[in-house]
């Protein structure tokens, strides 16, 4: 099944896979160095770096930085937005060693559209060192039943167990939807359906919390990584505090200059 994309169409920015130079704290608009930037995240419990699918020099900071914390002795858990959770078996066999890397692939291709080579690295490295995989996005066919006819589509003990507020009670992630998204014709509920979609990420990035102390290095697109989004509803819902890292290019998606209430560090 094609991933449903309820934002925007897939852009490629194109150009050389390589590590970006520039990072800028967005509070007091401080630039700085990568190690710098490690330093002030590597204490941090989640870590949001959020990609536009299928940009490789994102992909290739992602899984830089996934290494630094884990050579800083860091326990991780890498919570991937390209499956969703009635997949995390496929998960992990994978990190167990007990499904091949053609297997892998296929299963991976049948949710997610972007190529497997953009995640590869990622998905090896997390395999090499033996780093949980955490499936938390939700089934494209629950978001898509609940923006054509509305959350009666969805279990209401569903609804509770999530935590889940409609976008009538948060007009900044309604208004951050509305910026950035192309609303495909029959989404009535466009917005409820979407954040369904972001507080089942933030359920299940609080599950991958419990009982352990370890990191969560998230991997979502800009849009669910924005600080108004996912990370906003998992501190509502559970009080866990984030940080997030996203691309300069996020403003064609938001339509204006990223400031700190969609990111704590943009890079260029």
Not at 17 to 38: G, H, I, W
Not at 58 to 78: A, F, M, N, S
Not at 247 to 268: C, G, L, M, Q, S
Request: glycine share 6%.
């Amino acid at each position: 099944m094609k991933r449903l994309f309820f934002f925007c169409a897939i852009i490629f920015f194109t150009g050389c896979a390589s590590l970006p130079t520039d990072y800028v704290k967005l509070d007091n608009q401080e630039t700085l160095s990568l190690d710098a930037v490690m330093e002030k995240i590597s204490k941090e419990r989640v870590i949001f770096i959020g990609e536009i699918h299928g940009t490789a020099s994102i992909h290739l900071l992602q899984l830089e930085i996934i290494k630094r914390l884990r050579e800083r002795g860091k326990e991780l858990v890498i919570a991937l937005e390209a499956f969703p959770d009635t997949r995390q078996g496929i998960l992990n066999k994978w990190i167990a060693g007990s499904l091949d890397k053609g297997a892998f692939e296929q299963a991976y291709s049948a949710y997610w559209s972007i190529p497997f080579e953009y995640y590869e690295g990622i998905f090896d490295y997390a395999k090499e060192q033996h780093i949980p995989l955490v499936a938390m996005n939700a089934e494209d066919t629950i978001i898509r039943e609940a923006s054509k006819k509305g959350l009666q589509t969805v279990s209401a003990d569903f609804l509770k167990k999530i935590q889940f507020t409609d976008c009538s009670t948060d007009p900044a992630y309604k208004g951050l939807v509305n910026s950035i998204s192309i609303h495909a014709s029959g989404f009535q509920f466009f917005c409820d359906g979407q954040r369904l979609r972001d507080t089942v990420m933030a359920f299940n990035i609080s599950n991958a919390m419990a009982g352990n102390n370890y990191t969560v290095v998230v991997l979502a697109g800009v849009a669910h990584s924005s600080k108004m989004a996912v990370p906003r509803i998992l501190e509502n819902n559970t009080g866990a505090t984030s940080t997030v890292l996203l691309p300069e290019e996020v403003k064609y998606f938001i339509k204006r200059t990223p400031d700190r209430n969609i990111a704590d560090y943009i890079w260029y």
